[in-house]
DNA sequence: AGCTAATATATGACAAGTCATGTATTCTGC
DNA sequence: GCAGAATACATGACTTGTCATATATTAGCT
């Protein structure tokens, strides 16, 4: 049927359709949700923002860390830890001390503030995983980190070699 | 092993491994990842911005639409378009005009020089999709759209539903 | 020691997304 | 036909993320 003589509800629900499978289109907004969701659930917990938490959770993990750290483990950028961490020590959540060893680095702790924040925060989050592990057989859920893998390592190829093959059709 | 005793490289190494499988701390660097790598396609192919680029594939495939429609269709809130849309009339990609039969309306056509510009970006953006097909099989890709789904759903529900198991524990 | 390279952090500029709120228009029920 | 509800859009304020670039410190080589 040509496209003209389609309604528009009809148009854009074919378009809606076809969106539906197509992955990159999906990220979006499945992150979108994931992050409305961590937000709803921190504000109920304390009012921590997720990356308050993120380091919180970190720290609390981990122990003592520099920014680099705190950076490759939660995959972002070290300019994300590098704004957010002073506001958070001006809250008290954590110290931050240059390293004694190597000056370029920081120390970043738990304060007892930060400690308290992260107690109260982490059973909420903890229901949060508990009730994706309703959602999902840990079977899907080991799955699906495996396309979350797969899915970086193609996020993550040079562009020459995606668009190697009749690139010049 | 108590955590004092653990080097702290290994503390990392563990803290990184756990989040390997969280598939909530997977979300945003898979998006991150994907939306740098549109991004870069897009700078090749004529230096469209990720937003002008769906803006423009929605309507060469659907016509036009209203901001409403795009918004639902990219799953995005309208005010991202609202914001975006000006700035691309300025640029001539597309037209916007108060719909005739609903005055709140605007209409959104696709210009002659949007054409083009999607016209000379689309064939790289099929390669990405293309490139996408040589890395997963039809039949993965249709479980991770899924499992999108799945976790767009699990996302979308009401606190209190994902709260109420033993939630005073 | 001293020069160069690498590393850790800070910061400016930006993109993409959210939510809340305000305004104009249309729809609905009486 | 009008009051109030609903809808469509505009806009301000904010969060999360990127990249590029500058600066300070350490590491390595001679």
Same mark, same amino acid.
């Given at each position: 049927?040509?496209?003209?003589?389609?309604?528009?509800?009809?148009?854009?629900?074919?378009?809606?359709?076809?969106?539906?499978?197509?992955?990159?289109?999906?990220?979006?907004?499945?992150?979108?949700?994931?992050?409305?969701?961590?937000?709803?659930?921190?504000?109920?917990?304390?009012?921590?923002?997720?990356?308050?938490?993120?380091?919180?959770?970190?720290?609390?993990?981990?122990?003592?860390?520099?920014?680099?750290?705190?950076?490759?483990?939660?995959?972002?950028?070290?300019?994300?830890?590098?704004?957010?961490?002073?506001?958070?020590?001006?809250?008290?959540?954590?110290?931050?001390? &240059?390293?004694?060893?190597?000056?370029? !680095?920081?120390?970043?702790? @738990?304060?007892?503030?930060?400690? =308290? %924040?992260?107690?109260?925060?982490?059973?909420?989050?903890?229901?949060?995983?508990?009730?994706?592990?309703?959602?999902?057989?840990?079977?899907?859920?080991?799955?699906?980190?495996?396309?979350?893998? &797969?899915?970086?390592?193609?996020?993550? !190829?040079?562009?020459?070699? @995606?668009?190697?093959?009749?690139? =010049? %059709?």
């Amino acid at each position: 049927m040509p496209k003209s003589t389609q309604t528009k509800a009809e148009r854009i629900r074919a378009r809606r359709t076809r969106e539906a499978v197509n992955i990159f289109s999906r990220m979006p907004s499945a992150y979108a949700a994931s992050r409305s969701q961590a937000t709803k659930f921190l504000q109920r917990a304390g009012g921590l923002s997720v990356v308050e938490w993120r380091v919180l959770w970190d720290l609390s993990e981990a122990g003592p860390l520099s920014i680099r750290d705190l950076a490759s483990i939660q995959r972002v950028d070290h300019s994300q830890l590098s704004r957010a961490l002073p506001a958070m020590w001006r809250k008290g959540l954590v110290n931050m001390e &240059r390293d004694e060893v190597d000056g370029r !680095q920081m120390s970043i702790t @738990l304060t007892e503030v930060g400690r =308290q %924040a992260y107690e109260k925060a982490a059973p909420i989050m903890k229901q949060r995983r508990d009730a994706l592990r309703r959602a999902f057989t840990p079977e899907e859920l080991k799955q699906l980190a495996g396309y979350f893998d &797969r899915l970086d390592a193609f996020f993550c !190829q040079p562009l020459s070699e @995606l668009l190697n093959e009749d690139s =010049q %059709a």
